[in-house]
């Protein structure tokens, strides 16, 4: 069945290092690929999508790419900052019969010290 | 603000009780998602539906039903409760659930706690 892995956490990086989180996926077909994240005591926020092969989602200095060669999303971010610190979550969607929803990676708890 | 709204943000109950988890979608939206977040299990999906309609089934627990109403206000049922079923539940939704590409836009979530 689709599942996504995810890199353990927590990661704990300095302000302004640089961010990669990995996330491999596997799935029959063409999932679209996402990355949620979850502030303390908050619901999950859509961060970034890419919905086919080489499509490059980005928000907020996050960026992602969909590899189908190598069945990854990894999420990137060149400087992080202290407010960048949750947990992120990696999924994919597929549609087929019965299947309409979200399959999540564990997550990724990232914290960013001053 | 996703624009998904859920209700309440806080249960506490206590085993063999019952309880309802309530659900608003984004103006527009049809579709709508149910999961529950726990530290063992991780994310999960429960249930989905679409227009009123049952769509797709997840991990769902006979104990736990739910359904979507015709203003497209879905609610989960947990009965029977056990301590067990103490976590996170979030309801999300989206425009339609046929397409991959879809986004699923999530509420707060309801902590539900049992004692």
């Known amino acids: 069945g689709d599942s996504v892995t995810q890199m353990e956490g927590p990661v704990t990086l300095s302000e302004e290092a640089f961010l990669t989180i990995n996330c491999t996926y596997t799935?029959?077909?063409?999932?679209?690929l996402f990355w949620y994240v979850q502030y303390p005591g908050e619901g999950l926020q859509l961060l970034l999508k890419?919905?086919?092969?080489?499509d490059k989602g980005s928000n907020k200095g996050f960026e992602a790419t969909y590899r189908k060669e190598t069945t990854s999303f990894h999420l990137e971010k060149g400087s992080v900052q202290v407010s960048d610190s949750a947990v992120y979550f990696c999924?994919?969607?597929?549609?087929?019969?019965?299947?309409?929803?979200?399959?999540f990676g564990s997550g990724t708890r990232l914290q960013v010290q001053p | 603000d996703s624009g998904v709204t859920q209700t309440p943000k806080h249960l506490i109950t206590a085993t063999g009780q019952r309880v309802t988890l309530r659900c608003s979608p984004r103006?527009?939206?049809?579709?709508v998602y149910w999961y529950q977040q726990s530290l063992d299990q991780g994310l999960q999906f429960l249930i989905q539906?679409?227009?009123?309609?049952?769509?797709a089934k997840g991990n769902i627990l006979e104990r736990f039903s739910a359904q979507q109403f015709p203003d497209l206000h879905s609610e989960l049922n947990l009965s029977s409760l056990e301590l067990g079923d103490s976590a996170l539940y979030f309801c999300?939704?989206?425009?339609?659930?046929?397409?991959?590409?879809?986004?699923?836009?999530f509420g707060p979530g309801t902590r539900l706690t049992v004692l």
């Open positions: 799935a029959t077909g063409y999932p679209s």
């Open positions: 539906y679409y227009n009123g309609e049952e769509r």
């Open positions: 890419a919905t086919k092969a080489d």
């Open positions: 999924a994919l969607k597929r549609v087929g019969t019965g299947r309409r929803a979200l399959t």
């Open positions: 103006s527009g939206d049809l579709s």
């Open positions: 999300a939704s989206s425009v339609v659930s046929e397409l991959s590409t879809d986004t699923q836009y």
